[in-house]
């Protein structure tokens, strides 16, 4: 499998999607006509979260031979930040887009609120804590280790990355339940 980091094409749609899922730009081919239609721009938005959660379930629950890297989880950073900040405007916030066109539909939806908050935060704690001691690795870099601390850290390297994949995958169950909903929203 290919790392993320020597994915070029990965690399530049997951930057091309951070203003797409956190709501800033309309996702996809949508013109002005669409964009009056509310519904359409939430399940469009919706669709294209889908991909991205299903873009790095594969990513860190795939037939892993290596760590996750610094890029890889920075990519992941801000693809996961990003859909959060569109899932308040889209789905979960008091001003979401979705409360706007079926205050049912949004009411519904919040039953899966707290689920999605609470696997967000393991993960994402879990996230920062990865990135900070890869971030304090790298400047280290430089400075003599011994072999037995370079065994510790890889054999490290390997349960966070276990650990970070299967809160994910967690994660992720939750979000796919809500992103099925919505784009099958008729």
């Known amino acids: 499998m290919t790392s993320y980091a020597e994915d070029k094409a990965a690399l530049r749609r997951a930057a091309d999607a951070a203003p797409v899922l956190s709501g800033q730009e309309l996702p996809g081919n949508l013109d002005e006509n669409a964009a009056s239609q509310e519904i359409l721009v939430i399940k469009a938005w919706a669709r294209e979260g889908k991909y991205y959660v299903e873009f790095w379930l594969g990513y860190l629950t795939g037939e892993r031979d290596k760590p996750i890297d610094l890029v890889e989880i920075c990519g992941l950073m801000a693809t996961v930040k990003a859909l959060r900040t569109g899932l308040s405007k889209y789905l979960f916030g008091p001003g979401a887009r979705l409360n706007s066109v ?21 993960f994402w ?18 400075q003599p280790v011994s072999r037995m601390d370079q065994r510790a850290m890889v054999r490290q390297k390997r349960k966070d990355t276990r650990e970070i994949a299967e809160l994910y995958s967690q ?6 339940a809500v992103l099925k909903e919505i784009i099958e929203y008729s």
Do not use: C, F
């Open 171 to 176: 994660h992720a169950e939750h979000l796919l």
């Open 102 to 122: 079926d205050p049912q539909a949004w009411e519904g939806i919040q039953r899966h609120r707290i689920l999605i908050e609470l696997s967000y935060q393991g």
């Open 125 to 142: 704690d879990e996230v920062l804590n990865y990135h900070d001691w890869l971030a304090e690795m790298e400047k280290t870099d430089s």
